[in-house]
Every structure is written in structure tokens, then in C-alpha cells.
Nanobody, 124 residues
């Protein structure tokens, strides 16, 4: 299983960035894709998740600024980051799992796989 993340880079405060992740795994193994992030000196934290059915959940810190969505290709996820702040600087990780209660369950997910990270730096 491989989770390939891309799209990180340097962006100015208030700017936008789009991250993508593709999971090379059978579609019956996962039905939820999420983003986590880890800032320097901090613990890894949840950012957002989207299920195959399109249900989403966000961390309070990114609500209204970030949008997670299923990509056009199967087992892909995108994270549109708008109005970014310096505190969004982190390594962003893609994570894949399977929900316990269907394609719209965002609360009970058995996360099984991590991808490599992509660095996002917000700085002027």
C-alpha cells in the first residue's frame, strides 16, 4: 500500500495551496481519506477527513479555510487550503482507513495506512 502526497511548498500568509494524495490500494480496503499535520515541536494532529460518500469533518482550526474533497480519480483526495496562516506551517500527511458504519461515517474510522508527508511553509 502506498499513499503518495504532493503539492506542498512555500506560500505567503493569506495565500492558497492545494494538496493531493493518491492511495494505491484496493477500493474495498479503504473508504476514507484524511489529512493530518505535524508542526515543528508539536504532536501530529487531525486536519480533515472525507469519506467515499462525500461526508467531511474538519478540525476547528481550519474550518472555513480548508476544503477536503474526493479527487476525480479513484482513491484520491485533495485539500484546498485558503487564507493560510503561519500557524498552518507543518508537514502534512495523508492517511487512509475504513469506516465502521458506511460511506458517510466520519466519526468511527479504522485508520490503517499513513503516507509520506509533504511540507507546507507559510511565510512572507
Amino acid at each position: 500500500v502506498q499513499l503518495q502526497a504532493s503539492g506542498g511548498g512555500l506560500v505567503q500568509p493569506g495565500g492558497s495551496l492545494r494538496l493531493s494524495c493518491t492511495a494505491s490500494v484496493h477500493i474495498f480496503v479503504i473508504n476514507a481519506l484524511a489529512w493530518y499535520r505535524q508542526a515543528p515541536g508539536k504532536q501530529r494532529e487531525f486536519v480533515a477527513v472525507v469519506t467515499r460518500g462525500g461526508a467531511t469533518k474538519y478540525a476547528d482550526s481550519v474550518k472555513g479555510r480548508f476544503t477536503i474533497s474526493n479527487g476525480n480519480a479513484e482513491n484520491t483526495v485533495e485539500l484546498q487550503m485558503n487564507s493560510v496562516k503561519p500557524e498552518d506551517t507543518a508537514v502534512y500527511y495523508c492517511r487512509a482507513g475504513h469506516t465502521y458504519d458506511g460511506d458517510y461515517d466520519v466519526e468511527n474510522i479504522d485508520y490503517r495506512f499513513w503516507g509520506q508527508g509533504t511540507l507546507v511553509t507559510v511565510s512572507s
